[in-house]
């Protein structure tokens, strides 16, 4: 399937962001990185060869059609309020989770029990902008190791505007994934960490669509 047409800029450059960055070179997409230290996205594209280009935050959101927020949950809102202008109309993907470190050497969610990220920030999004919760249902080992596998692994996504779903799927895809929706943003806390489609919750593990067909056949009906 040919790629899609519009600019990826990923932002963050923790694990997540150098993960997701890295598998859109290798499926041969080209992507813009961008993170809170010009010299470190500098390094990144060197790293990753031509097809990464390194800008500034905010000319990175300027430049890309989608962007790939590979930032903590706990800093968005303030992302939202200082970038409003420049993700104005975006494709915002969004793979955070809503934990924090515990104190015994693991995470904790850091919302209510029933509450969503998805949800929360889908109240807070700047104008005109779409929101999807995708790329962020394996941890960033596992979103490394199991990209391009055969056969394929799945990658879950979430979004209320069915209108942009080829194009979440592309970018799935040129992550190394098989893409499944599994509803709109309401839906978004089964792929969110300890949800039902998430690695740290009821799946366990990444999973190709043979061995989640149980689990995900109600959302594709």
Do not use: C
Not at 54 to 70: K, N, S, T, Y
Request: glycine share 10%.
């Amino acid at each position: 399937m040919k790629n899609s047409n519009l600019k990826v800029a990923v932002i963050g450059l923790g694990s997540i962001g150098k993960v997701v960055a890295s598998n859109l070179v290798k499926g041969k997409r080209d992507v813009i990185i961008a993170g809170k230290t010009f010299s470190k996205a500098e390094a990144l594209a060197s790293e990753l060869g031509s097809l990464a280009r390194p800008m500034e935050v905010a000319e990175a959101i300027r430049q890309a059609d989608m962007v790939v927020l590979a930032v903590w949950f706990s800093t968005i809102k303030e992302f939202f309020e200082t970038y409003a202008a420049e993700l104005e109309g975006k494709i915002i993907v969004d793979p955070s989770n809503p934990i924090a470190p515990d104190d015994k050497g693991g995470f904790k969610k850091i919302i209510g029990q029933y509450e969503s990220s998805g949800e929360i920030l889908s109240a807070l999004l700047p104008k005109h902008a779409k929101l999807v919760k995708a790329l962020g249902t394996l941890g960033a080992d596992s979103l490394k190791k199991e990209a391009f596998a055969d056969p394929r692994k799945v990658g879950f996504y979430a979004t209320d505007d069915q209108r942009i779903n080829p194009e979440i799927e592309s970018l799935i895809r040129d992550n190394g994934f098989e893409p499944v929706r599994v509803g709109g943003i309401d839906k978004s806390i089964d792929i969110e960490v300890f949800g039902n489609l998430h690695e740290f919750g009821a799946l366990g593990k990444a999973v190709t669509l043979e061995e989640a067909a149980e689990k995900i056949q109600p959302q594709l009906a």
